[in-house]
């Protein structure tokens, strides 16, 4: 299911904006259950976190597209956020910009019923995920759609321009 977020970043000329509004994903994720044991990831220890994933955003970075991540999250957060919050360093590094929107501070805006990505203000690939927070049968649907592009791109700005950027936010 990736592999379409991968496309159209490979794709992507200026932007790439996801949204995440789950206080959960695949909690039976071996990383994470590593993480609910009490595994770290090393800052001074590149060697030990780099992955395949962080290529892509370097590669992508690299090119001049901006790549921004919002997790809009319910406090006190749940153990996966703060699982989330303690790997999210890399994606930093890599250079995409991350920042964090308590749901307590979203009661006035209007966010989408999906998690999703925009890419170049015409690509939205909306995420379908079940209850449970486990990748739903639809998984990945791709839309090359700029009006339904523009709507979400709305939101989202109205969203960032509220949330705390990752070096100053801390979860509670």
């Known amino acids: 299911m990736a592999t379409a977020v991968r496309e159209q970043l490979a794709k992507a000329q200026r932007s790439a904006v996801h949204l995440e509004m789950r206080d959960g994903y695949m909690l039976d994720d071996p990383e994470f259950i590593a993480w609910q044991n009490g595994k770290r990831l090393d800052s001074a220890d590149r060697e030990s976190w780099w992955r395949s994933w962080l290529d892509v955003v370097a590669e992508t970075t690299s090119r001049g597209v901006v790549m ?5 999250v ?5 153990d996966y956020i703060k699982y989330e919050y303690d790997v999210t360093f890399p994606n930093v590094a890599a250079g995409e910009e991350v920042r964090w929107l308590p749901r307590s501070r979203t009661g006035d805006l209007l966010l989408p019923g999906l998690d ?16 449970d927070g486990q ?4 998984g990945m649907e791709v839309r090359e759609d ?19 950027p990752h070096a100053e936010y801390r979860p509670v």
């Open 68 to 72: 921004r991540r919002l997790r809009v």
């Open 74 to 78: 319910s406090e006190p957060v749940t």
């Open 116 to 131: 999703g990505w925009v890419m170049d203000e015409r690509v939205v690939i909306l995420h379908h995920f079940t209850g």
């Open 135 to 138: 990748w739903a049968e639809a």
């Open 146 to 164: 700029a009006d339904l592009a523009s709507r979400y791109l709305a939101a989202y700005e109205a969203a960032w321009q509220r949330a705390v």
